[in-house]
């Protein structure tokens, strides 16, 4: 992770609010933030350890929303520009830290790609309208005070990680927000053979690459194994592959972890097993996990990344509130474990 943004946001939310009433009440409505997270936040700002720790997420607390991109042209007056130019200046940090960071908008800063690609390509004046009239604004979408703050804790930290990509999963799954599943699978016009060498570059089983393709297992292991001669660098660490029950069971904070994100990007991910997006979903995994500092050896492994997002599919492992605190877990649908949250 190369820039970040918690500390810097929080601190400038709380330089508004505290520069007078009309402003206040303007970015309570405009941040979506309640009474009680502006509580948190600036008991937060008060405390160097905890800051340090959001600090280190690789996520932005703050998430931004919008309301359309459709804006067309207009004029702004005076007043408003100088306020819009303000607000244009964090908009533009969010960007800038999912851009240099290279995460995806989505899991960043819970803005969804298209929205993310129209604001960051636009013209100045564009940027200034869609700012204006398309109802940008930031706001949290998880519950702030569950967050641990734990620095020294890499799990703690993955925890946070988890805690604030819910929030975006709750609210992308509402009916009527659009925005999730944007990482379509590979086209049935591509050859099956390209699929089979891009699958086994990012480190997939030949026996889970043949199972996607279609292709004879032992062609995938030829294959697997003239890639090898020719580029010594993909050599295998995929490891075994294991029921997703039992990475579950072993791992109930990485699985969930990469299930989330598998879900915010994956096209149909309920109706089939999209390998383009369990690259993709594992790819971001593995940096939010570096992020933290979790160790290699702890990660999942993207053939069991793979056995997970098929788990999904086939319903044997679901996303699922808990009945007590409420917050998901990934649940094994024939033998539910504990809630990781809360125990229950
Ligand atoms: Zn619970």
Redesign the pocket.
Known sequence: MRVKINASMIQMGLRWLTSGLRDFNVILAEQRLTQSDMVWLSSLSANQRQLNAVDALPVSLYRVHYNTLKVGRGYLDDEEFREIGNKMVMFMEFCHFSRVNETSPILAVGLDDVGYRVFEAGSFDSRMMLVSRGGFSIGTRCNLRKLRMNISSPDDQLRDVTTVLLGDLRYFLKPGVSGIGRVKDYPSTMPLDVVATELLQQKLQPKLVAQWTGLNADEVVRMKRSLLRDTPLVQSQSGRIQAPNKTLAESPLHSLLYLTVYRLLADNPLRRTNARAVVAAHREYVELCKAVGVEASDMISPSNGYQLSNAMKTGDITLTP?S??K?INARYALKPGR?I??N?
């Open positions: 808990c007590k605190c917050e809630c949250w809360c229950h």
